[in-house]
């Protein structure tokens, strides 16, 4: 699909501007906590878990040169495709405030989710919810789940999206349906959701850790990850956790089959799950820094993969090595990318957030391309 975007003129302001931007990009970055307060400090600094918090660039987030307002802030946080030419994202709208009392706090107010379709090569506006949406997961085309912000849940069926009361009020940030119709969906203070195909109800996790990521295998296999290395395993009824010999926190993760899976996460750290056991993995690049954040991983089949970080990092994975792939797309400084889904090997697309809201990026053929 041609747009502006991925014209000539485009990539080549892309460069013009890529040396006054990538170091100021990499470094001054705010820190958004999406479910304490809503308050951060524009002069911390700090990097935590993006499934904890929204990484924006601080240019975002500028003083306005108008009122003490400026105009919503939007991201993607998760998306969902079946085929090249169908498929799901979910985001959220933020209201930015600065604080009277304090100019290094900003106040960043939840104001909507809002759910997108591609279809007919175009990304079009679908739907909303009440709060912003931070995952989605389907048992079929035809009927999924999307989770968020103080237990948020929309349910799609019937060609509709549906806004379903929750059993919890703790941010959600995982979900992830089986085809017979039941599911999970993990979230704040170790909190575990299961859909029975009727109704969800709350589980005991074992934890008050956050859990930022979880995929199931069968009703019977399933793995949640999150904060300090946390490492959740799900058989025989029950979840349990699992000795992790990484304490960084975890971000992602997916599995190829019943014995084979990965987990990413902070430290640029690299988990492969296979013969039973959870084994750090190196890649063959050298990191920006020890404390790059692996924020997503899509594995599309057991032979090859991609991991999008922080600092500009993107890996793919072939011949059982994870290697740089970021170095052949300049214009990914401008962008921070939170959720991958490939329909097949060589197609699929990545959501996110850029200078200018809302962000994609689409994979077709061996090449990744900036489309909005």
Not at 198 to 214: D, E
Not at 294 to 314: K, N, V, Y
Request: charged share 15%; glycine share 10%.
């Amino acid at each position: 699909m041609k747009t502006f975007f991925t014209s000539g003129l485009f990539k080549y302001l892309c460069f013009a501007l890529l040396a006054c931007t990538i170091l100021w990009t990499r470094f001054f970055l705010v820190t958004v906590n999406v479910h304490s307060g809503y308050v951060f400090n524009q002069q911390s600094n700090k990097h935590y878990s993006p499934s904890q918090c929204v990484l924006l660039p601080s240019s975002l987030l500028s003083n306005p040169p108008y009122g003490n307002v400026s105009p919503p802030l939007s991201s993607l946080y998760g998306v969902k495709m079946f085929s090249a030419d169908n498929g799901w994202a979910v985001g959220g709208i933020f209201a930015r405030r600065d604080d009277p009392g304090d100019k290094d706090l900003v106040h960043l107010d939840p104001e909507s989710g809002n759910i997108l379709q591609y279809s007919n090569n175009s990304w079009h506006d679908s739907d909303s919810a009440p709060l912003p949406l931070f995952a989605l997961s389907f048992s079929s085309p035809q009927d999924g789940w999307a989770v968020g912000c103080h237990g948020t849940l929309m349910h799609y069926s019937n060609q509709k999206w549906q806004s379903i009361q929750s059993p919890t009020t703790a941010t959600l940030y995982s979900v992830a349906m089986l085809p017979d119709g039941s599911g999970w969906a993990a979230g704040t203070d170790g909190v575990l959701l299961h859909y029975d195909g009727q109704n969800w109800q709350q589980v005991a996790s074992g934890t008050t850790k956050v859990l930022h990521s979880i995929a199931m295998w069968s009703d019977d296999e399933g793995w949640a990850v999150g904060e300090e290395g946390m490492i959740l395993h799900y058989q025989s009824g029950s979840w349990q956790e699992v000795v992790n010999s990484s304490s960084a926190t975890l971000n992602a993760v997916t599995l190829s089959s019943a014995n084979e899976g990965w987990a990413v996460g902070e430290q640029g750290t690299i988990l492969h799950y296979r013969d039973g056991s959870w084994q750090l993995v190196k890649s063959e690049i050298t990191f920006h820094s020890s404390y790059v954040n692996l924020l997503t991983i899509a594995m599309p089949d057991i032979r090859q993969g991609w991991i999008i970080g922080e600092e500009q990092t993107l890996l793919t994975y072939q011949n059982e090595v994870w290697t740089d792939f970021a170095s052949k797309l300049p214009w990914i400084s401008l962008a921070r990318f939170y959720s991958m889904s490939l329909s097949s090997g060589d197609e699929g697309w990545a959501v996110g957030v850029s200078y200018g809201g809302a962000f994609v990026g689409h994979y077709h053929h061996g090449k990744w391309d900036m489309v909005q």
